[in-house]
């Protein structure tokens, strides 16, 4: 998704580390995240359990209560 694509090299290299990280974490733990990064700008990423490519459609707050189980 291009609006995930953040402009800095080192932040997307940066961001894809952790989503692999939470992603191995969360396998090995059994444990749920929700990972929101917003810039001004525009730039937005959101991830489930390490995994991007939540809906426009859901709003942040929505996405974070079911990812912390709220």
Do not use: Y
């Not at 580390?17 to 810039?39: H, K, P, Y």
């Not at 359990?49 to 996405?63: Q, R």
């Amino acid at each position: 998704m291009e609006f995930q694509k953040h402009p800095d090299s080192a932040v997307r290299q940066a961001i894809v580390r952790l989503c692999d990280a939470l992603c191995s974490w969360e396998r090995n733990t059994g444990r749920r995240s929700a990972l929101v990064i917003r810039e001004q700008g525009g730039f937005c990423f959101r991830a489930a359990s390490g995994k991007p490519g939540i809906p426009e459609d859901i709003l942040d707050e929505n996405f974070i209560a079911v990812e912390s189980g709220d």
